[in-house]
């Protein structure tokens, strides 16, 4: 039998562990789940007969090291932070290690002894980073086998909620970690190349700039920028294309109403408010207005943010309850953007029947043969349920199919890595196909930067 050990069991692990067990008695695996609550994992994976659980915290070190040597691959899907510590095991004690998670500086730092011990460590294999690198780079790599030139890529990755699951105004529920929403495009201004010149938009004006596109049978959406488009132009080959922009899709609509909250300064997280324990919605609200002997909140508040009592901007506020006197917020010594979290988590979270989805879309341009030629490709996946989410599918599998492949020796290039090769996107792509995770490509007319797709 061969050993997986997987640290962390959360909710994007749902379709990894279901995996793991359905090919036990195929490929003679055995599966070892450490996890600090191990009473929050399935009843069906934790009475499976290849499966043992045990409760294991990251920071016992002689707990941590003993399940690490007894495995034969790791997987990690603990918090990032957390990585450095499991890589190091893995170095000491010569194990393979996955994570969906994006490269540090520290994991970066243990290439040269992962490959000196054949030691593959693949990283970034998730949805976003990891679906996003492997079919981007499918179809980049096969443009330049028919000897194309690369113009343009752009990039949008969306967690959102499913159309029948989809009743409330901002047309968005929570499919991953809420604080990672509330903080978004936080950190440095987003930066990209369009048409050949680099371009900057500061947090302040990020969510006013956006990129509009179809997915056809799902309508409409928009997409801003990520914090660096530019991160990956040498990993993709792309240091002399025009235009690299990559960005977080959301539906119409959402990213204008979003800004009220930025601008506000709901979303600032530098800060402690003192007495935010106990502290009415409504109150919350009130810190950031000016004072009024004689001028309600609401009032306040639409002179402030501009907008009218008919305005759709208005109705998105009043469904989040921000007005009520009677709600608290039950923190103590919160953020703006903790107790706006905490607001949030009350409207947008997935309900028992409700279900997510995942939008991914590319958009491909270059020259072939002296002519210009466009590429767009898109893939959406529906969840099944809360638990057994489109978030957990497409995080959860393309992590799963990797750490088989290490560990059938089918991917064998060590060091410290992301899936942008050809021996590791082609056969995890293909492997997707057979659960619903499929991109459909578009030839259409050559568009390059299309200034009339974004708004001021």
């Known amino acids: 039998m061969r050993n997986i050990l997987v640290l962390g069991a959360g909710k994007s692990t749902s379709y990894l562990l279901d995996y793991f067990l359905e090919k036990s008695a195929s490929e003679k695996l055995s599966l070892t789940i450490g996890e600090l609550n191990p009473e929050r994992i399935a009843q069906h994976i934790r009475t499976h007969e290849a499966c043992q659980v045990v409760r294991l915290d990251i920071f016992d070190a002689a707990q941590r090291k003993k399940a690490i040597r007894g495995a034969d691959i790791v997987v990690s899907m603990l918090p990032a932070r957390f990585h450095i510590t499991v890589a190091t095991d893995c170095i000491a004690f010569e194990k393979h290690l996955v994570t969906a998670s994006y490269v540090s500086k520290e994991i970066k730092e243990l290439d040269e002894e992962a490959k000196k011990k054949g030691l593959v460590f693949m990283n970034e294999i998730g949805l976003d980073p990891g679906i996003d690198h492997m079919s981007a780079m499918q179809v980049i790599d096969r443009i330049r086998d028919q000897g194309g030139k690369m113009l343009l890529f752009e990039s949008f990755t969306g967690g959102l909620v499913a159309p029948e699951s989809d009743d409330n105004p901002w047309n968005y529920k929570f499919t991953w970690n809420p604080r990672n929403v509330v903080l978004a495009g936080q950190g440095g201004a987003a930066k990209f190349i369009q048409e050949g010149t680099y ?42 294309v025009l235009t690299l922009y990559r960005g977080t899709m959301r539906r119409v609509g959402f990213s204008k109403a979003w800004n009220m909250f930025v601008q506000l300064g709901m979303t600032d997280d530098s800060y402690v408010i003192e007495n935010s324990e106990g502290m ?39 469904a989040l309850d921000l007005f009520n006197s009677e709600k608290t917020i039950p923190l103590k010594n919160a953020s703006p953007a903790q107790a706006l979290q905490h607001i949030l988590e009350e409207c947008w979270t997935l309900g028992k029947a409700d279900k997510d989805m995942i939008v991914m879309y590319h958009k491909f341009g270059f020259e072939l043969k002296g002519e210009k030629h466009q590429i767009d490709a898109n893939m959406v996946v529906i969840g099944e349920s809360d638990t057994h989410t489109a978030m957990a599918k497409t995080v959860g599998l393309p992590v799963a199919i990797a750490t088989l492949l290490i560990l059938n020796r089918k991917i064998t290039t060590p060091g410290v890595q992301i899936p942008i090769t050809k021996e590791v996107y082609l056969p995890i792509l293909k492997a997707l196909e057979a659960y619903g995770v499929i991109f459909k490509e578009f030839e259409v007319p050559y568009l390059g930067y299309n200034p009339d797709s974004v708004s001021n």
Do not use: C
């Not at 004072?291 to 009218?308: A, C, M, N």
């Open 199 to 240: 371009k900057y938009i500061p947090y302040q004006r990020l969510f006013r700039r956006t990129e509009f596109f179809e997915i056809e049978g799902y309508g409409r959406f928009e997409g801003y920028a990520n914090r660096d488009s530019l991160d990956y132009r040498e990993a993709y080959g792309l240091e002399n």
């Open 280 to 318: 009415p919605y409504r109150d919350f609200v009130n810190l950031f207005l000016p004072y009024s002997p004689t001028d309600s909140v609401e009032l306040k508040l639409r002179h402030y943010l501009k907008i009218d009592q008919d305005d759709r901007m208005w109705d998105k506020l009043v």
